[in-house]
């Protein structure tokens, strides 16, 4: 309608409305707005689509919430904006997990120009779920020792801040070690550097973090930890669809997603969120996982259809998205994980290893992987 285009200007999303919009929002501790105090960093707009981060000084941050609330819906409010989403992050010294220090600040936003939080990892991807208990981390460990074994260099971020799990799968105890007092080095097992906030919290210890604690724990996780160079970074992701995941997907700059559903169709309906999720990001879905696909039998080897089987197979023909594989219900995928020896290194003959070295292969060849020695020069 030329009507509506005559006034299509006034609903552009445009930097400067956003700002003008945030002008009305006052930080209720230093009495002027977040704008002029020079608070407001990393705006991005995509479709309609806002993210931007303020800064604020880490002893305030668990106040802060109502001002984050109030910034949101500032944004949120305009016309032409579909969704916002604000962080709040830790301008100085932040609240850490390690001892140490501090680089500076910073929202670590996709596309804000700043320094890469890993420049030396050429793809990250997130490994991720519509809710929790369908065995993201156990493919997450799996899927990198896969990579590993197909011969590229692998890290293994543990992004569950809340439930790590790495540690345990991985059967890594202990502390990581720091030469400098400044970066960590990594923990490693199986041939892949790994870290998780499991190493660096007690397990005991309640991890009731608010939201910009939990940013600044993952993005020192990135920046300073010595992963060195890596064909692939594997992120084990927090469950779930919510605000924290989304705000991480924003955070981290992701390579592609790959999304682990059992065939539950409950479970497909929150698979399905998961896509979207990455899509709202524009983050490319590199395939779901069909895991505790069927139950094979140990004693007699036959092979029973638990749930409606083939479910997350459709699914990714109908969304448009390749179809990774699936992993069947076995006691043995169980306690491998459990016992902290994944089947993928400890029985690396076994069908089941087969099957993560053969899913491996598609993610890599969707990123371009190829193995990082001997060094080329990459052209991008
Ligand atoms: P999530 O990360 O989604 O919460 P986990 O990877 O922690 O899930 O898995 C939950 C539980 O299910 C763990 O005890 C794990 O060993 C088990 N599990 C995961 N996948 C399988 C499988 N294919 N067969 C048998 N047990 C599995």
Redo the contacts with the bound molecule.
């Keep these: 309608c030329q009507g509506c285009e005559a006034f299509s200007f006034m609903t552009d999303v445009t930097q400067e409305r956003i700002l003008a919009a945030l002008r009305q929002v006052k930080d209720p501790e230093r009495g002027n707005d977040i704008v002029s105090l020079g608070m407001v960093s990393g705006v991005q707009i995509r479709e309609g689509h806002v993210g931007f981060a303020i800064e604020v000084e880490p002893e305030r941050g668990p106040r802060l919430e109502p001002l984050r609330k109030a910034a949101e819906k500032a944004v949120a409010d305009l016309d032409g904006v579909l969704s916002a989403s604000v962080v709040l992050t830790a301008h100085k010294q932040a609240a850490r997990p390690a001892a140490a220090q501090q680089q500076g600040p910073h929202a670590g936003h996709r596309h804000a120009p700043q320094k890469p939080l890993v420049p030396e990892v050429r793809s990250i991807v997130a490994v991720a ?1 519509g ?10 460990v799996n899927l990198a020792l896969a990579l590993a074994a197909n011969g590229l260099k692998v890290g293994l971020l543990d992004a ?1 801040i809340y ?1 790590p ?1 790495q540690p345990r ?1 991985l059967g890594l105890k202990g502390r990581p070690h720091t030469k400098d007092g400044k970066i960590l080095e990594p923990m490693e097992a199986f041939g892949i550097k790994t870290m998780s906030i499991g190493f660096l919290v007690n397990e005991d210890q309640a991890m009731i973090w608010r939201g910009p604690m939990v940013m600044s724990a993952l993005q020192q996780m990135l920046r300073d930890v010595n992963w060195g160079a890596l064909d692939v970074m594997i992120v ?1 992701m927090p ?1 779930g669809t919510g605000d924290a995941q989304l705000t991480m997907a924003q955070q981290v700059p992701l390579a592609g997603a790959v999304i ?1 559903s059992t065939p539950q169709d409950l479970a497909l309906l929150d698979a399905r969120k998961g896509i979207a999720m990455f899509r709202k990001v524009e983050v490319p879905i590199l395939g779901i996982v069909e ?3 069927y139950f094979l039998c140990p004693h007699c080897g036959e092979r029973t259809d638990i749930f409606a089987h083939g479910g997350a197979r459709h699914e990714a023909e109908k969304l448009g998205v390749p179809f990774l594989g699936e ?5 043995a ?3 491998t ?2 016992g902290g020896t994944p089947i993928v290194a400890s029985a690396p003959q076994s069908k089941y290893a087969e099957i993560f070295r053969a899913m491996a292969a598609q993610v890599a060849s969707q990123l371009g992987a190829e193995p990082l020695a001997p060094p080329k020069i990459v052209v991008e």
């Design positions: 779920s809710k929790g208990g369908v065995g993201k981390s156990t493919v997450a569950d439930g799990s799968l084990d469950p682990v895991n505790m696909s992993v069947p219900l076995d006691l995928i169980r306690e994980s459990d």
